[in-house]
């Protein structure tokens, strides 16, 4: 395990990942452009994060329908299939056999916290309760400054465990995982993490962390995977448990198929 992530629960990392991350960049230009295309709100090609942020502001029903492709988009798997970075992170976290605690997550955060919703303080362990050694990682698709929304993180902060913010949780607020601002500070301040295109940040499931907002005129893309360890005997004790629904949503189909293989 590394000494720095070890102590203070988070690491940057330069990584080998520049050339799958700008690829799926462009990739969801072609989703968000091709839904808009058949959708027809604009029969042109999307250039630039503007006319992503226009079809979300005059089209927002059918910029949803885009949104929901891009964690089905196979391009965001390249990246585990990059066996250097796996390497990296394995070495870095400590983290013997890794295995993903559940599908890769997407994030569209725009102009003004439209889009995904920014994240107010947390850790990510109430979200699949996995191996305690487990990890999340954080990967921006463009560079990410202050101004464009740089992940909050709390040095030091998994070192206190599970921590449950009881008013949240008296109040039943969803999700259940929210630290208020008051409790997080006892535990130390946020500092900013800015990253290079290319860069990732591995954080423990403990870490308290929170979005940083988007103050600029592009959208901050990020995806985040999780790693459970499965040589962890107290993963093992709770016989590996998953917090993931696998189920379908319904085998009804109330409308016709078209047919057209002749
Ligand atoms: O990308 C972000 O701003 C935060 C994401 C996050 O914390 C999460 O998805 O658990
Ligand atoms: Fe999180």
């Known amino acids: 395990m590394n000494k720095f992530y070890k102590e203070n629960g988070y690491k940057k990392l330069k990584t080998n990942i520049k050339k799958e991350v700008k690829e799926i960049r462009r990739e969801f230009f072609k989703i968000f452009s091709t839904v808009s295309k058949f959708k027809n709100f604009k029969k042109t090609e999307f250039k630039t994060d503007k006319d992503i942020i226009n079809f979300y502001k005059k089209d927002k029903k059918n910029w949803v329908l885009a949104y929901d492709l891009l964690r089905n988009s196979h391009l965001i798997y390249s990246l585990l299939a990059n ?17 993903l605690t559940s599908k890769i997550l997407v994030r569209v955060d725009m102009p003004d916290g439209k889009g995904s919703s920014p994240a107010l ?24 400054k202050i101004k464009n929304g740089a992940l909050k993180v709390i040095p030091k ?11 949240n949780w008296k109040k039943n607020i969803i999700p259940k995982n929210l630290i208020s601002d008051k409790l997080a500070s006892k535990f130390g301040n946020f500092i ?25 005129n592009n959208i901050r893309f990020s995806l985040n995977f999780r790693f459970n360890d499965i040589e962890s005997q107290d993963y093992a004790d709770r016989n590996f448990y998953l917090n993931e629904k696998t189920q379908q ?6 409308f016709n198929p078209i047919v057209n293989f002749n």
């Open 83 to 99: 066996k250097n970075f796996i390497e990296k992170i394995k070495k870095v976290s400590g983290i013997k056999r890794p295995v």
């Open 121 to 144: 303080s947390h850790q990510d362990f109430c979200a699949h309760q996995g191996s305690s050694n487990s990890i999340t990682i954080w990967v921006p698709l463009q560079k990410v």
């Open 157 to 167: 902060s998994h070192k206190h465990g599970f921590i449950r913010d009881d008013e």
């Open 192 to 216: 900013d993490v800015p990253t290079e295109l290319g860069d990732t940040l591995i954080f423990s499931t403990f870490s308290i962390h929170k979005s940083g907002i988007n103050d600029s």
């Open 249 to 254: 949503k319904t085998f009804d189909v109330d």
